[in-house]
């Protein structure tokens, strides 16, 4: 089961959202349906997005066209930067990587973490 955190930080202009398990078509369903709920107050073109996908397995093959559509539309809502930062996962690194040139997402950053 996936969980999800979705943080506005107003004041610095971030929205800060934190990835954990492993997402199943409702959980990514219920994740959209809040990420939509807490952009609705915001310019997100004046926001940079965070996603901390430390705690996030490698998506099922199922769930991908879920993820693409989720980073298409981070980049429908055209938030200044995007930085997606990973535990050293080189799996997920490479497939979220796919998925963003997929979608066109010029400002993606992918971060690789390294905790001993």
Do not use: H
């Not at 089961?1 to 979705?6: D, N, Q």
């Not at 050293?88 to 040139?101: A, D, E, H, P, V």
């Amino acid at each position: 089961m996936g969980s999800f955190i979705l943080k506005t930080d107003a004041a610095n202009k971030v929205l800060n959202i934190e990835l954990e398990g492993s997402f199943s078509q409702e959980d990514g369903l219920r994740s959209i349906s809040a990420y939509q709920d807490t952009i609705a107050p915001i310019n997100t073109q004046e926001y940079n997005l965070n996603i901390d996908c430390k705690k996030l397995n490698v998506t099922a093959p199922d769930i991908v066209p879920l993820l693409e559509g989720c980073l298409a539309m981070f980049k429908k809502d055209g938030y200044k930067k995007i930085v997606l930062t990973l535990e050293n996962n080189s799996i997920l690194k490479m497939q979220l990587s796919r998925l963003g040139r997929a979608v066109g997402l010029d400002n993606l950053e992918i971060i690789s973490t390294v905790t001993t």
